[in-house]
Every structure is written in structure tokens, then in C-alpha cells.
């Protein structure tokens, strides 16, 4: 156990979140009081070393003897104080403590107290819980979240040493069409509350605006009522895995030194590194601030298995992924009882390898040549529950990256100040279709000072606010404008290899592969030096089967490339390749993409892994050191179901260029302990990792 932090942590000081890394979340249920076992949770804190804890205080339900009117204590309290007999227990082991609160329903006594606290539907009813119609929903932009639940959080932090509030559910669901949102919305913006969900409506954007201020504004007041009682403790609220997009993030990072992102497991086809992807989205909008990621121990589907068990396996790499990627560790188990103890094991041992590693990567940062661009100003136009769609376009991108074993970040498109962009060699854009004449500027003077751009499809067709442009706000850079309307949905389209250019590398025989589902007519422009490696081959039928040939020869360029004089390369696809690739998972796309980002990026990448296998790969450095992780994705679960068994992977090379006048360097396997092969030369160093489970750190400090 790592004592140092457990002592010597920042106890109830204004910096306490920096030693808060390994979290154990206890979700209480309304008959927890009486039935379940305190020693065992306490157990739970020092096996899997925690040096933090978040508990179930108030809000629905008080797991304290509230004395404020109407807040539902737990019918099964009795003269108990769980909420306190879990404080005291973590305190005496030195942990952080914060306080959970969940705003989003109440009981309908409540309800009929205060109806204008309650959420409104656009028939103006008052909308009942969707999974128990005995409570109801709460408006989060009025009065019940900022006079009521303040008071929950004032006694809250009045009364128990804890360091922050956490809350759940606190942000709404969907438009609320109360009198107060209809009116202070229609005073602030002069419109009715929108009827639809239509990025490009102004309305719409209007709402987004106006919720987003409302409910920063009440982020920041809920900081002031806990610092009121505490002056170290924080309001943190609980953001889900949509990196801060519905809140104004300039005024965020006044108030949340630490933020965790709620992505409890896997759902559907997520892929396991989705887990890094969350902490790279949030280090690309909100820095280098500690973040946690969410874990549940159960079965994370719509069907809502909250008392299951996770297989040990999938616990452990989700887990794995995450810490890979700099998110600290962070269990939630719901319900106090423990009917299956399962989650244990592989909670406590991922929690352990946390700490032993905590001590040499901590003070290391993450790093990478290349850096996604998260299409912020486009994704936060969406509603939220229909934003996973919106992203497929990022999802192909991604996962065809993780495939070429290309180390990167992603990096949030509000903020493109050039000293940002500037600390990759190249940026690499999905489909940004949102975006300002600033944004374009900033991206076109990257490019123009020696950085690389792989982008495609609409990014820059649209203003940030979603209004159509005439053309790209990034023409200029492209050396094309838009020749015509994007096409719709079509089936058996191809794209023609039409030169001998590293992009066209890899295909074999092959002079034609798939096409996207959707384009773009494009103009090149004259004199712009650009290349053509692929032109679409004109769309043909696909049925009947004697109609499926081409009439005509491929001339619209389906790939533009291009160099510029301070040394930037740009390639960009005028379809859907991104999107394309997720639906699909076309070898040759994922080829495509890896062909692109390798190309333009100039030079062999600075990190290198070659194997077999699917691996997700982290850096981070520091002080003459520098971390690569090796996380093993190799599983035929990786993408549906569940991990049932990790499948080790056979011999991986590790090739890293050495750093100006360094000439050798020392080599650690951190996770296995094994003493690899080293081998140095042409200014790069190799090490042979012999084998890996679930993942490996090698650890290198350069020597001069």
C-alpha cells in the first residue's frame, strides 16, 4: 500500500484531488440502513488501496437524518447514520471523501408540494419517472436544483468532513417546457422553446446556449455553497463521456480541478478502447487535471442490469485501457449488499497494479506526435442522445489509428490556439462540418508553418452555428471548393487508384477499392500543385447483377494531396471514409487512413510497435523518461459481448527514436518485470517485449 499518499495527501486541503486516485464509489439503495455490512466495505478501502471515496449522502433519497422539510430521508434509517458511520470509516484511513447527490427525481409528495419544480413534456404534463412512475422528474434549470438542492448541499457540507459534492443526474433530461424554462428562455433569446432536435436549427442552438449558461452558472454557485462550509471543498458534477461539451469550459476550469468521465463499461459494439478514448477526450478539452473514469462492477446494457456482475476479465481490461490513457481508477457498486462477490478480485488487482505504477508514471505527461481532432463545435450542436450517431465519422477515424498502432491524443476544436496545435506534427480531423472562419485561419496557418492535416468528408462546410457555407472554410487549404451538393446514400461505389503515391501502397493488385456511401463534387483549383492518387469511379447500379459495371472512366478526385513550402503536407478525402469504415470495418480503408496519417506525418513515427495483434498504445514522458503502454485488445470480444478470457499476444518490438546527443538508454518492463532485449542503432533504440496479457509499461530513461 502506497502509505505516502494515504498520509501525506493534502488531507482537507485546497489540493487534496492531487493524491485522489483510486476511488471507491458505494451507491446506496433505500434498505441499505439496516442490512448491510459496514465492516465489509471497509475491508473493500484497503484491499483495493483506495485513497477515496464518494457516498451516497442526499438528494432523492438522505442516507443522513436530514432536517430540511420535504428531502426523503430512507424509510429504513432508523437511528442510524450510514452516510456518517462510512465517513468516519474512510477518514480514519486517511482517504478523501465526497459526497454524492442525485437531483434528477423526487417523490411524489414532493411533486405535489412543488409542482414548479418538476419537469414539463411539450404537452405540459408533468413528466413521471420512466422507470418508477411513483417519482417524478426534475426541471434542472430552476428552483429545485438551485434553492433545494443547495440547502441538501449546504447540510451536507455543514455537517460532515468531506472534501467535495458529486453530483448524479444533476443536468436535466432533454427540454423542460415549465413556466420558468418557457419564460426565461423566451426573455433571453426572444423564442419559444424548440419543438426539435435539429443541429442546424437556430432555435435549437439557441436552447443549447441558454442551457449551457444556466447550467454553468449553477456549477459555479454550488462550488460557492460547499466552499461556504468548506473552504478546501469543491462542487464536482458528474459529466458522463461527453467531455464537457454542454458547459462553457472556460468557466469549468475556474471551479473543477478534477473531473471524472461516467463511462461504466461497455454497451452494444463499443470497443474496449473506448475506456482511453474518454481520457484523451477530456485531456483534449480540459488539460492536463486529473480525471476519473467510472467503472461499474455490473453489466452496463439498456436492459439496466445494475445488481449483475461483470466478468472479471472485462472489468480488468476496461480498466486497463483507461489507466493506459492517465484516468484514475474509479469503482461505483450499486446497492450496499454484495449477493456476488465476483467484481472483487479483478477491481482489487487492476486498483494494485494502479498503485505500483502510480509511483514511476505519475510524473510523467501524456504525449504524441499526432492529435485527433475532436469536433467539438460540431458535436455539441447535437442533443446528447443522439450525438453517438453524429460520431461515427471520429469512431472509423479512431479505431483505424489504433489499428496502425499510431500513439496520439485527441485535442478539443474550442481551442486551436496555435501553441496548442503546435505541439503535434500532425492533426488529423474526421469530419468537422462545424466550424468558425477562426478556427479555419488557425488550422490553415498550422498547416502553413510545417504541420500535417488528414481531414474529410464536410469539415468547414458549415459555420459554427450550422449555417451552410458556399464553400469550405478551409478551400484554401484543400486547393478544391465544392462543385456541387453532397450526394446521398449510395450502395457499390469505388474509388480508382490513379498514381504511384504512398497512399495508394498496400492494395496489391487492386486498381480500384470501395468507395464511401456519400461525397462530395470537388473543383481543384489551378495552380495549387495538388496530387490526385484516387478518383471516383461515376456511381453504376447494383442490381440487376448484369447492370453492375462501370459506363464511365473515374475523373472526380476522390483523394487530394498536397505540400506546402514550410514543409506541411495535407490529404483530404471528399467522402465519408471515417463513417464509412466504422459501419463497414473494410481492410482497405483502415489501410487508407494508416497510409494517410504515415504519409503526411513525414518521417517514421517517433514510437513504433511492431507484433502481432490488436494493441492501443499510450506515451507519456518527462525528466529524460518516457513510457510506452502497451494495452492487448487482441480478443475476439473486443467489440461485442463481454471479454470471457484474455488471450496473451507473442513478441512485440518497440522501436523509439533516441533524442538529439542521446546515445544509449535504460530499459524497464514494468508490469511483467521481465529484462527485455535492447538493442541500439540508427538513432533509435529496440526492445523486445516478450509477451503480453493484458498490458505492458516499458519504461525508458535516456542517457547522455
Sequence with gaps: MNETLR???????????????????????????????????????????????????????????????????????????????????????NMHVVARVDPHAVHADVAAAHPEWISVTAEGELRKHWSFPDAYITCAWGDYNRGFMSEVIREVAANYDIDAVFANRWSGHGVCYCAHCSATFKAESGYDLPRQKDPHDKVWQAWLNWSRRVLTDLVAHWNGVVASERPHGRFIPNIGNSSMLEFDLDEIEKYCPILFVDHQGRTGVVPIWSAGRDGKRMRGAMGDRPIGLITSTSVEEKWRWKDSVQSPEEIRMWMTDGLAHGLRPWFTKFNAKVPDSRWVKPIAESFQLHARLEPELGPLHPTAEIAML????????????????????????????????????????????????????????????????????????????????????????????????????????????????????????????????????????????MGGTRQIPVRLHEGAGSEIPFRFIPAFPDLPMEEIYPREPA???????????????????????????????NLDHSTLIGNAVRWALGARSRVDVSGPGVLDIATREGKGRLAVQLVNLTNPMMMKGPIREIIPVGKQVVSVALPAGVTGAAVRLLVSGVSPMVSVGGGRIDIEVPQIVTNEVVLIDFAR
Design 7 to 93: 498520509v501525506t495527501g493534502g488531507l482537507r486541503s485546497s489540493t487534496w484531488y492531487e493524491t485522489a486516485t483510486r476511488w471507491t464509489q458505494l451507491t446506496l439503495v433505500e434498505d441499505d440502513p439496516q442490512t448491510y455490512d459496514l465492516d465489509f466495505w471497509l475491508r473493500i478501502f484497503d484491499e483495493t488501496e483506495s485513497n477515496a471515496t464518494c457516498l451516497s449522502a442526499g438528494g432523492y433519497v438522505a442516507y443522513y437524518p436530514s432536517k430540511i422539510p420535504l428531502q426523503h430521508v430512507s424509510r429504513s434509517i432508523g437511528d442510524a447514520d450510514p452516510f456518517g458511520d462510512l465517513v468516519a470509516g474512510a477518514r480514519a484511513r
Design 374 to 513: 475532436d469536433p467539438s463545435t460540431t458535436l455539441r450542436s447535437w442533443d446528447s442522445d443522439d450525438r453517438e450517431s453524429a460520431e461515427a465519422h471520429e469512431f472509423g477515424l479512431y479505431h483505424a489509428l489504433v489499428e496502425a498502432r499510431l500513439p496520439f491524443e485527441l485535442h478539443a476544436d474550442l481551442d486551436v490556439a496555435d501553441a496548442k496545435l503546435d505541439r503535434y506534427k500532425l492533426i488529423a480531423v474526421a469530419n468537422a462540418s462545424f466550424l468558425s472562419e477562426a478556427q479555419c485561419d488557425s488550422l490553415t496557418r498550422y498547416v502553413e508553418r510545417g504541420g500535417s492535416l488528414v481531414t474529410s468528408f464536410e469539415t468547414s462546410l458549415y459555420d459554427e452555428w450550422g449555417v451552410p457555407r458556399a464553400d469550405f472554410g478551409l478551400s484554401k487549404l484543400f486547393g478544391a471548393s465544392v462543385a456541387g451538393p453532397t450526394t446521398a446514400h449510395a450502395k457499390n461505389t469505388y474509388v480508382q487508384l490513379t498514381s504511384d503515391h504512398p497512399l495508394t501502397a498496400g492494395f496489391g493488385d487492386a486498381t480500384r477499392i
Design 555 to 585: 475523373t472526380a478526385p476522390a483523394a487530394i494531396v498536397r505540400t506546402f513550402k514550410g514543409g506541411g503536407r495535407l490529404v483530404y478525402f471528399p467522402w465519408n471514409l471515417g463513417e464509412t469504415f466504422w459501419e463497414v470495418l
